[in-house]
């Protein structure tokens, strides 16, 4: 693979942006890496580790000649972030992030751009439950999808140079609006988060069973919703109150569709009940089939042998 | 391990039985294992595969001279299972289960079976999404719980035969009442089974986004809960209809807290979300440490090279 961009800036040093300096690496993507987070110790930690070819102790400076600059905070402050880099940012710069929710990202950063700045925004769905700079590795997009969500009239070019970047990284690619990324994402992963939260919540409250009991016997499916409750907890906050409309469109019909199943049970109505249980089992098959999971058993965790 | 019972035999032939079986062969705890499941073709792959010494054509056959009698069928079934095999049960015999719900279990059970005859109730917690003869693994058990749900004045020593047994194929058990474990059970499964359909069904609903869409970018947390939404219906349909006041009570607390989350979402409330995140995690923590799940990211599914 050869080189996209001379300098690439990584500002916010969590899970994706150390994820993406291993594979921009892996590939020789760039000629630098530069890097920033707010946390004096994050960045100490990055120095340490080898994260990034230059740590910096400013947004701006980590900017400065950089051909592109990635945006790998959480939602809510992404335009703070903008508007701090902004004028040291190089004419003909391309700004990209990695949010997880699109319009109110976009709303956010493009009035604080300068002419002549190119705003390409991405998102690569992909993820685990851990955060920080050491939780990065650079298969974590291989194989998995990245948004593009240019607004429109964005420069093609540079819209092809952040593509071929995620393509780079090994990421499939896909372009879409930002408010059908919006929804989309609302389903694949807002409402399930959220839905992930409340039930680890309620185990938690619940004083007739204990959090021991809780945790011992998790392996009958409880244990894939902490998975997903064990995210970073600043990250989802600003997704969901960034993401509000479509999160709470998606419970709303949660919720509804839940209540039919609870009164299909309060009224022994099986047949409605194994006829859902039936059809959901076809979009499993349709993941496993698109390669988006493994058909081993448990996700293959170790006790298959 | 020395040998526990002289001869076992497995009503039903599913991914508990044929993992019991192996599981039973591995550690040499039976002279015989025999087998009996309603399908003829269930019956075909059994013998095709090796999965029982001997299946038999009738499950009145299978447990003649047992002295251990496993029902492995749906929680719904066991009642006319147990009247069915009853007079056939040798005098002194063990009659346990696996079911998932035990409060009605035993109230359909117990009052078919011979005086004489021991019945210890118990319930593997482990599984994966596969279902059928030739989903079992000798491993699935290993370090998973195992509870043992012994009537108000059983025979302990048929009790802890049977939990010889479950130590035997790799488990940690522990003794719990009927009651509490429904509860348990309610909480840790039943509820998340319920809710992991639901929101996949949610998916598959929507016109606005298509299942493609959905597929493609189901690696942002929804395709753990289209693993547990591919768990076999019929088990499920009976396990909800059969523990019903539990799953219905807590999924009372879950719409709860779901409509207390909902709210901080539309009021802009980020610190009462961010709170109860931060809390959630502690659980995942917990489940860690009691060797319960992996703390490879994703489950340590291949991306992670």
Redesign the interface.
């Known amino acids: 693979m050869s080189q996209i961009y001379n300098r690439v800036a990584l500002i916010g040093l969590g899970l994706i942006a150390s994820s993406m300096f291993h594979a921009i690496k892996r590939a020789g993507l760039a000629g630098e890496v530069t890097g920033y987070a707010r946390s004096e110790e994050t960045r100490d930690t990055a120095r340490e580790i080898g994260l990034c070819d230059r740590v910096c102790d400013s947004a701006v400076e980590a900017v400065e000649g950089a051909d592109l600059v990635v945006l790998c905070v959480p939602v ?1 402050v992404m335009g703070a972030v903008a508007a701090e880099i902004a004028p040291a940012l190089k004419p003909g710069a391309t700004v990209s992030d990695v949010g ?1 929710v699109k319009a109110q990202v976009i709303a956010a950063v493009a009035p604080h751009l300068p002419d002549g700045v190119h705003f390409v925004p991405a998102h690569p ?6 955060s920080g700079p050491r ?1 990065g ?4 997009f ?4 990245t ?1 593009i969500v240019p607004p429109p009239g964005s420069d093609r070019s540079a819209v092809e140079r952040v593509e071929a970047l995620w393509q780079g990284m090994g990421a499939l690619t ?1 372009e879409m609006d930002a408010e ?1 990324h919006d ?3 609302a ?3 807002h ?16 004083r ?2 204990t ?21 970073d ?2 990250m ?3 997704v ?2 960034n993401n ?1 409309e479509a ?2 469109e ?2 709303g ?3 509804e ?2 209540f039919a ?2 009164r299909a ?2 009224t ?1 109505d ?1 047949d409605h ?2 006829a ?6 076809a ?5 496993i089939e ?1 390669g ?3 058909d081993a ?9």
Do not use: C
């Open positions: 809510g997880s769905v992909a993820g685990t439950e851990h939780s590795f650079a298969e974590l291989d194989n998995r999808w948004l896909d059908h929804l989309v994402l389903v694949t992963s409402a399930p988060h959220l839905i992930a939260y409340t039930m680890v919540g309620v185990a938690d409250d619940l007739r069973v959090d021991t009991e809780v945790i011992k016997y998790s392996a009958a499916g409880f244990r894939d919703f902490t998975r997903i409750a064990a995210s907890p600043t989802w906050r600003d969901f109150l509000k999160t709470l998606i419970l019909r949660f919720t569709e839940l199943l609870q049970i309060r022994g099986g009940l194994h859902y249980f039936t059809r959901t089992r979009i499993r098959r349709g993941i698109a988006q999971d493994t058993p448990n996700f293959g965790r170790s006790n298959r042998g």
